[in-house]
């Protein structure tokens, strides 16, 4: 009976151990259950912020491409602007200088008229004279008023910038290269050349240079 019992025992010792390890298997179970369930949120949550990612990065090429498109429309709207503006001055960017003008256009043509109404004398040629010098005076203010300048270079240096020789002397009075003759003055807006002053230049004492050179040979 003793020996009944020790085997009872044993086999109750054996059956509770089993049931631990069976308990303890069932634990690890459940835990190794509960880590993919984790591991899923993670990655879910991963996936998550990464559609968000893209989505904003989306809307900011989205926002890029349309600020692009718009500053590429002001840029094009600037440039017909501009060139329309440009059009409009070369068209009209004269018209003060030629109101001016006109002026003295009504000028001469009323001295004209008061010339020719009259009987010719004295008087009237001399009416004609001063109503011509009073125009001229009138002309010069208004390219004065304009920055036009008038170019009469006599006993200058001679500059091909400003001046064009219509011919070369020899000269006794002036050194080489002096402008001798204005045969027709020129004219510059600012510092830019409208129209050269034709001039005759002096080509110095050629003639003593010449005697000079036979006397040397």
Do not use: C, W
């Amino acid at each position: 009976m003793d020996q009944d019992k020790n085997t009872d025992k044993n086999e109750g010792v054996n059956n509770q151990a089993g049931d631990e390890n069976t308990t303890s298997v069932n634990n690890d179970d459940n835990q190794s259950n509960e880590k993919p369930s984790v591991d899923q949120k993670d990655s879910s949550k991963n996936e998550e912020d990464l559609d968000n990612d893209e989505n904003h990065s989306q809307d900011e090429i989205k926002d890029l491409k349309d600020q692009l498109l718009r500053t590429l429309a002001e840029n094009e709207n600037l440039r017909k602007r501009t060139a329309k503006e440009i059009e409009q001055i070369k068209k009209y960017g004269h018209i003060s200088l030629l109101r001016d003008f006109l002026n003295v256009v009504d000028n001469m043509e009323r001295a004209v008229k008061s010339s020719t109404s009259e009987k010719q004398s004295e008087t009237s040629v001399k009416n004609l004279i001063d109503g011509i010098e009073i125009v001229l005076k009138e002309m010069k203010s208004l390219l004065d008023k304009n920055q036009i300048k008038k170019i009469e270079p006599l006993h200058e240096k001679f500059d091909y910038n400003f001046h064009q020789a219509m011919f070369e002397a020899p000269s006794s009075d002036y050194e080489e290269g002096l402008i001798i003759e204005v045969i027709q003055p020129g004219y510059v807006l600012y510092d830019r050349l409208i129209r050269p002053a034709m001039v005759g230049v002096s080509k110095g004492k050629t003639a003593e240079k010449e005697k000079k050179e036979e006397k040397d040979e």
